[in-house]
């Protein structure tokens, strides 16, 4: 992710203790900066990383009135006359700060992963891999659970058609005929079974993702922290106390407008009243966005200051199938076949046969990958079977939905005959 991407800018004052003066310009928020630049020179008086923060404190004295305070180290920073108001800034702040200090907790741990082995960085690689195929195939699975409750309901249709059919036959039935009173009893005894199944299917499915967030509702100033749940079957809108404010789901969605990596609006149209809208923000949408593509890719739109992000995450994407499978093959060729290198090594110096053995895999790792490469195997083709269900069962659902729609055709003209 490019860390110069801008988050969130808003007009201030800062106080330059240099000159003893407020200085009017902008503050600026990147994924893991803050920045003030002054609007008449356009120089930049502050430049400091998120984690070496100590503190966000909102302040106040005799001279200086709605003020925030960044403690960074040893220097406190003083801003002021914030627009739109001192409690948007500093909940944005602090959200993006919090993040920024528990994902630093690992710290250790990536600069271990910079001079990890090529096979760490793939096994990395092929788990996040496996982590999106598992979340695929939870919406497939949901979705064909979709497909199943419509078929149901179709085939209850058809019952209640040819029960439908029976009472015409009866009225049109001259009055003689002996049988007309019995015609119809029969299936109407099949109509109450088939709703338990169907109302369960909501209290069983999954969390795919939960993240912080900070929430705007339609165009308010003030905003607040909550979070946001990812559900197969919709998403959830909920304050830090698990109260749901808001959920969306999937045919109430109308778009969903990804305007920076971090964040994103929500939109559900009405007719006559105002729309439903609600502006998401937060350092982990990242991990969000490409769920929410899956999930609704036809009412995603990525704006202008978002097009990089796609670039930039598709590319790997789109390599999976082919560089990376080859590259996992390869890899695990090298470990078995140890003594086989790519080309001799006669010419070569003692670093560059170093270096071709820093490259080369462990056992270890080479089973971790071979395990990986076998979940996702099974996962792929699970998928695909799912894939193929499902056209399977579109094709049942539209055959059902045209031979319903001739039936009733056909019983409304006998309707009309009858009166």
Not at 229 to 257: M, P, W, Y
Request: hydrophobic share 35%; charged share 25%.
């Amino acid at each position: 992710m490019n860390e110069d991407i801008r988050i969130h800018s808003w007009p201030c004052s800062y106080y330059l203790d240099t000159s003893k003066q407020w200085v009017s310009g902008r503050l600026s928020l990147t994924p893991v900066a803050i920045r003030f630049t002054a609007d008449k020179t356009g120089e930049l008086l502050v430049d400091f990383h998120l984690s070496s923060i100590s503190e966000i404190k909102k302040e106040s004295s005799n001279l200086i009135f709605s003020s925030l305070t960044i403690l960074e180290k040893n220097t406190k920073h003083w801003f002021s006359s914030l627009q739109p108001n001192r409690n948007v800034v500093f909940n944005i702040l602090e959200h993006f700060w919090r993040e920024q200090l528990l994902s630093s907790q690992g710290a250790g741990a990536e600069a271990a992963a910079l001079r990890s082995t090529k096979g760490k960085e793939l096994t990395g690689l092929l788990t996040g891999s496996q982590k999106q195929l598992e979340d695929t195939a939870k919406v497939l699975h949901h979705q064909g659970e979709q497909f199943d409750n419509i078929m149901r309901g179709l085939n209850k249709i058809e019952g209640d058609m040819d029960v439908a059919d029976r009472l015409l036959t009866e009225l049109e039935s001259p009055s003689w005929w002996p049988f007309s009173s019995k015609l119809w009893k029969a299936p109407l005894e099949t109509k109450p079974k088939e709703t338990a199944t169907v109302s369960d299917s909501k209290n069983q499915e999954g969390i795919i993702i939960r993240i912080p967030v900070i929430i705007t509702h339609r165009t308010d100033s003030n905003v607040k922290p909550g979070k946001l749940t990812l559900f197969a079957s919709g998403l959830e809108i909920s304050d830090c106390n698990s109260q749901v404010i808001h959920r969306f789901e999937s045919k109430d969605v109308d778009d969903i407008r990804v305007h920076t990596p971090y964040e994103i609006s929500v939109r559900q149209r009405f007719i006559g009243k105002p729309d439903t809208s609600y502006r998401l923000l937060s350092a982990k949408m990242p991990e969000a966005i490409p769920i929410l593509e899956m999930q609704f890719s036809k009412k995603i739109q990525f704006l202008e200051d978002a097009l990089g992000f796609v670039g930039a995450r598709k590319s790997p994407q789109v390599d999976l199938g082919t560089t990376i499978w080859q590259a996992a093959t390869g890899l695990l060729g090298g470990v078995v076949q140890p003594s086989s290198p790519v080309g001799g090594r006669e010419g070569m110096d003692d670093d560059q046969v170093q270096l071709q053995k820093q490259e080369r895999i462990s056992q270890e790792e080479a089973k971790e990958l071979k395990q990986i490469l076998k979940k996702l195997k099974g996962l792929a083709l699970e998928t695909e079977a799912e894939l193929e269900r499902q056209d399977e069962a579109l094709d049942s659902i539209t055959t059902s939905v045209d031979r319903a729609t001739l039936n009733i055709d056909k019983q409304n003209r006998r309707i009309k005959k009858l009166t």
